[in-house]
């Protein structure tokens, strides 16, 4: 059974930081895609960040320069660095996965763009105050 766990939601306020993490030990292919995806209520999932098959890495614009996706290729972790988070970033963050040959055919902005990612974590809320 393939599990995705995350930690280090929380509350954080506007302009600090918060790093999210996900153990992924069902993942060890380095050519698997990995990713996070948010959910505020009363609105649809949006992709924040995904590191495709080839290794590269797309943000969401709201996020860019701002966000930073990593992935530990030996402990098969995966983080989010949120760095100045705003109100409008309060959601509960999703770590997504999808096996190699699902998801090597598409580029980061698609994988972003898609609800393509077969493994979804349980989420873990992230609240910014002002």
């Known amino acids: 059974q393939v599990h995705l766990v995350e930690s280090g939601g929380g509350s954080v306020q506007a302009g600090g930081s918060l790093r999210l993490s996900c153990a992924a030990p069902g993942f060890t292919d380095s050519g698997d895609c990995m990713g996070w995806f948010r959910q505020a209520p009363g609105k649809e999932h949006e992709g924040v960040a995904v590191?495709?098959?080839?290794?590269?890495?797309t943000y969401a614009d709201f996020v860019k320069d701002r966000f930073t996706i990593s992935r530990d290729y030996v402990a098969h972790t995966l983080a989010l660095q949120m760095n100045s988070p705003k109100p409008e970033d309060t959601a509960m963050y999703y770590c997504v996965a999808a096996i190699r040959r699902s998801c090597m055919r598409f580029e980061g902005r698609w994988l972003l763009q898609h609800r393509s990612f077969g493994y979804w974590g349980q989420g873990t809320q992230v609240t910014v105050s002002s």
């Open positions: 590191i495709a098959s080839d290794g590269g890495t």
